[in-house]
């Protein structure tokens, strides 16, 4: 199975400030159609995850502009431009080229 | 609204068995491919099993194959997840998740299932 490694695990971030994970896959995430199938989703405390982004890059409708992806083949980064309260919770980036499909274990954000 | 709601957690024995649901609304079930993917407490996401959109094709992790069964009933716009000799382990919040293109755009809130003495 594809391994995902996300780092920070934890990352403390003051209000306002610019807040970054890195994912990394342990194959290409480039599927044999040329897309890459590398998605991001959100986890506030108490809810189910919500995709922020897919095909590594897209936003989901309704997602502000502050959250973005990047990446290509094996290494992959979200960002966050500014942090806000509402974004604690934690972030997974999951793969949807290899089969099964797989999960990083997560960053938790936190307000510094 | 477009959502998945799941059912048919609760708390059961070791050993013991549960049927869990995944209904869907606002949509056509038939059209995707269903996930159960299950959080542990305080832990990360793993994926459980998928079910093709019309039920051919099913694949399980290998934590849950051979114990678990999942099936649907595209005419009720459902989704079932049979879960057989249940181990503490497999205590967690089950959800099913909306499968398109390589991703989930859509998943339930979850239902909670504790295998417990």
């Known amino acids: 199975d594809v391994v995902l490694t996300q780092s920070p695990l934890s990352l403390p971030v003051t209000l306002g400030q610019p807040a970054s994970i890195s994912c990394r896959s342990s194959q290409s995430l480039v599927y044999s159609d040329g897309n890459t199938y590398l998605n991001w989703f959100q986890q506030r405390p108490g809810q189910s995850p919500r995709r922020l982004i897919y095909k590594v890059s897209n936003r989901d409708s309704g997602v502000p502009d502050k959250f973005s992806g990047s990446g290509s083949g094996t290494d992959f980064t979200l960002k966050i431009s500014r942090v806000e309260a509402e974004d604690v919770g934690a972030y997974y980036c999951m793969q949807g080229t290899h089969w099964p499909y797989t999960f990083g274990q997560g960053t938790k954000l936190e307000i510094k | 609204e477009v959502q998945l709601v799941e059912s048919g957690g609760a708390v059961v024995q070791p050993g013991g068995s549960l049927r869990l649901s995944c209904a869907a609304s606002?949509?056509?079930?038939?059209?995707?491919?269903i996930h159960w993917v299950r959080q542990h407490p305080g832990k990360g996401l793993e994926w459980v099993s998928l079910i093709s959109r019309d039920g051919g094709n099913t694949h399980y992790a290998d934590s849950v194959k051979g114990r678990f069964t999942i099936s649907r009933d595209n005419n009720k716009n459902s989704v079932y997840l049979q879960m057989n000799s249940l181990r503490g382990e497999d205590t967690a919040l089950y959800s099913c998740a909306r499968d398109i293109s390589g991703s989930y755009d859509l998943w339930g809130q979850g239902t909670l299932v504790t295998v417990s003495s």
């Open positions: 606002g949509f056509t079930s038939g059209d995707y491919a």
